[in-house]
């Protein structure tokens, strides 16, 4: 979610761009130079869809090929058995490659890394082999003499590249409003750290498959029209790895993550291996595959996010000032009246719970619970199952048996997302930055979940930081923050919803003595304000000025739990802690 000046400067410049490609194709008269400016837009569409999908998501696809020939074989066949016209068949072409969108993700999705991108990559496949056994080995469309304008058929080759250029630049649009929506913001949190962004609320599985399918959308579009252009379709030539790998190509050079990627990757690589290919062709076929891997070692090499973020980093006048933070009210970040808890009251019920992973039981009988407005600490040596009783808790791990209740909520069987939207924020014993996110977009994205609409994410979140004292920060990217700036962000996100019961795993791991006295007043006005608190931490001197009681475990075990004074003086804890020759001087 970007800001509005962003948003107008990138409109501004897209505006100068189509200019700009319209003043190029009055210039250019020749047959074949048009061809290469009606092929560019095509392929920096593909692209476009691409990017829509694995550059915001991380998920890298090797099968958009799939929807670029389901939708030129779509509108081809329609036309050729139905006489639809592309006017028609294009958008059901469209539809199809969204549909097929939803079919592959939705079981593609439980597979991750290299192993989905090796999944998507066999589904172009299988459609081109599908294709040539249904006897589709290559489909002409046929020359309409009458009403050649209802059939998409121009005599004036520029009519076609106004249709590209239009696909494209909506295309191009569709990508800006995703860059500076909840949408996209969600993408990139997946994208750059898909535990955090489910344990903030997002349901990640809900968005990939909106992405794939929008993405899924957009190929196919530009399939149908490929496929007008060249009046000819070919499984190889739609669904063959060439047409997936371009898509990836062109991309990659332009830049990741960013709709100008495609488009300049496209502008630069398809022109220059068509005139390659062109001129040595009939000496080396291959030599378009050979330009884009020559292209892509040479882009990696110099700039390894792609051109567009080389000259941006580049030229760039470096990070904006953050205006003063607005002041806020404490009932801003209490948690809301259909939250509102009573004093004494049981928000947490913990009961029975054990968690095994194999032979190893990680968790024993757990069972505890926590009142309204305290802060509980969970202590313990380490292994002692404290981060993994937290993963039972805000539904990471299923518990292999017992229970969690909130607010009388039963857990069992939650995701992350669906836990944070309840009212528990988490935080990570490794603060789970979106480090390419500056603070305040960090936050926006744990503000989500609980917010109606943008701005109130953004009035949430600005309430947020200004509370853990990052107003000055808010425009410093996650990247290059301090180990305590980190930490208060990552408390600043899981507030900025207003939950009722906060997670903290260990938030003063890595701090000095000065900046944990720092973060022990912000915890405690946290508390006067309404919320719960349970909190990791090794420190034991920390734990027993903050805490009203204590858990202590073992092996998975509690083996007490009650007051600071009296835990700390329990043989069992202090035999954990230092062994049985302390636990015997302490009895004695």
């Not at 891997?293 to 390894?304: D, K, R, S, T, W």
Request: with cysteine; charged share 15%; hydrophobic share 50%.
């Amino acid at each position: 979610m970007g800001d509005r000046q962003s948003l107008n400067r990138s409109l501004t410049a897209i505006g100068v761009f189509v200019v700009v490609y319209v003043l190029v194709v009055l210039l250019i008269d020749n047959s074949y130079y048009r061809l290469m400016l009606t092929l560019v837009p095509i392929w920096a569409t593909l692209g476009l869809a691409w990017n829509l999908f694995s550059g915001y998501s991380g998920l890298v696809s090797f099968g958009h090929a799939s929807f670029f020939g389901l939708g030129a074989y779509t509108a081809t066949l329609l036309q050729i058995h139905f006489d639809v016209t592309f006017w028609f068949g294009i958008p059901c072409g469209m539809l199809v490659g969204g549909l097929a969108g939803l079919v592959i993700g939705w079981p593609t999705f439980r597979l991750q890394g290299v192993y989905f991108a090796l999944a998507m990559l066999a589904y172009p496949l299988a459609f081109l082999y599908l294709f040539e056994w249904l006897g589709y080995q290559e489909v002409s469309l046929p020359m309409k003499r009458e009403n050649a304008a209802y059939y998409m058929q121009f005599d004036d080759q520029r009519a076609y590249i106004a249709l590209t250029l239009g696909l494209m630049t909506t295309a191009m649009l569709i990508s800006l409003f995703v860059e500076h929506s909840r949408f996209g913001l969600s993408l990139v949190a997946i994208k750059q750290n898909e535990l955090a962004a489910e344990g903030v609320g997002i349901d990640t599985k809900r968005w990939k498959l909106l992405a794939i399918v929008l993405s899924g959308t957009i190929a196919a579009a530009a399939g149908g029209l490929y496929a007008k252009v060249l009046l000819v379709v070919t499984p190889p030539t739609v669904f063959g790895m060439i047409t997936s790998a371009q898509a990836l190509i062109v991309t990659l050079f332009g830049g990741v993550g960013t709709f100008w990627g495609p488009v300049i990757g496209a502008g630069f690589l398809i022109p220059l291996a068509e005139i390659l290919h062109g001129e040595f062709g009939h000496i080396l076929p291959g030599i378009q595959g050979v330009t884009f891997g020559i292209a892509i070692v040479i882009v990696i090499m110099l700039a390894p996010e792609g051109v567009f973020w080389k000259v941006r980093d580049r030229f760039r006048l470096g990070e904006g000032k953050a205006e003063p933070a607005p002041g806020f009210t404490a009932a801003e970040l209490a948690p809301p009246p259909d939250r509102a808890v009573t004093s004494g009251q049981t928000v947490l019920d913990v009961g029975g719970v054990s968690k095994r992973f194999g032979g190893l039981l990680a968790l024993n009988q757990v069972t505890f619970q926590v009142k309204a407005g305290e802060i509980l600490g969970i202590i313990g040596p380490n292994g002692a199952g404290k981060t993994t009783l937290f993963n039972v808790l805000n539904g990471y791990y299923p518990p292999s048996e017992g229970g969690v209740r909130f607010l009388e909520q039963d857990l069992l069987g939650l995701k992350p997302n669906r836990v944070c939207r309840l009212g528990i924020g988490r935080t990570f014993q490794i603060v789970r930055a979106f480090p390419r996110l500056n603070v305040l977009q960090n936050v926006v994205v744990g503000a989500f979940v609980r917010a109606e609409n943008d701005r109130a994410a953004r009035r949430m979140a600005e309430a947020a930081v200004a509370r853990v004292g990052l107003g000055g920060s808010r425009l410093k990217q996650a990247g290059g923050l301090t180990t305590k700036e980190l930490r208060l962000m990552e408390l600043a996100r899981a507030i900025a919803p207003r939950p009722t019961l906060l997670l903290l795993d260990e938030p003063l791991a890595g701090l000095g003595h000065e900046e944990v006295e720092e973060l022990f007043p912000i915890l405690q006005r946290l508390r006067a304000e309404g919320i719960t608190i349970v909190i990791i931490e090794h420190t034991m001197q920390a734990m027993v000025r903050l805490v009203d009681r204590m858990v202590v475990l073992d092996h998975g075990m509690v083996i007490a739990q009650g007051a600071p004074a009296a835990v700390t003086r329990d043989p069992a804890v202090i035999e954990a802690y230092l062994g049985k020759k302390w636990a015997a001087h302490a009895q004695n």
